[in-house]
């Protein structure tokens, strides 16, 4: 089985930058990064096919965040610049075994969870 270990979250003013890592055991096909406001659902941020290397982000977080791996050190990484305060969240890595990258339904493990507090 696949175990993720997230690192990095924290409180930034806005404009600044912040860095998540996800440390993961095992093989995985997809990783992703994934976030959850206050009484809103959650929602794909980034997501890489592991294998390929291929990025994909959701449009809100497009040109500010960046989604890469460590293949030798097998981990996730979320670099997110010009964060707003929209962007305050949960922030959660994610595995899949077989996909579908760019869908929730394709991930089957999840990490702890990370805070990630943007203010004014």
């Known amino acids: 089985q696949v175990q993720l270990l997230e690192s990095g979250g924290g409180s930034v003013q806005a404009g600044g930058s912040l860095r998540l890592s996800c440390a993961a055991s095992?093989?995985?096909?997809?990783m992703g990064w994934f976030r959850q406001a206050p009484g809103k659902g959650r929602e794909g941020v980034a997501w890489?096919?592991?294998?390929?290397?291929?990025?994909y982000y959701t449009n809100s977080v497009k040109g500010r965040f960046t989604i890469s791996q460590d293949n030798a050190k097998n981990t996730l990484y979320l670099q997110m610049n010009s964060l707003k305060p929209e962007d305050t969240a949960v922030y959660y890595c994610?595995?899949?075994?077989?996909?579908?990258?760019?869908?929730?339904?394709?991930?089957?493990?999840w990490g702890q969870g990370t805070q990630v507090t943007v203010s004014s």
């Open positions: 095992g093989n995985t096909h997809c």
């Open positions: 890489i096919y592991t294998g390929m290397g291929s990025t």
């Open positions: 994610a595995a899949g075994l077989f996909g579908p990258c760019t869908y929730e339904k394709g991930y089957n493990y």
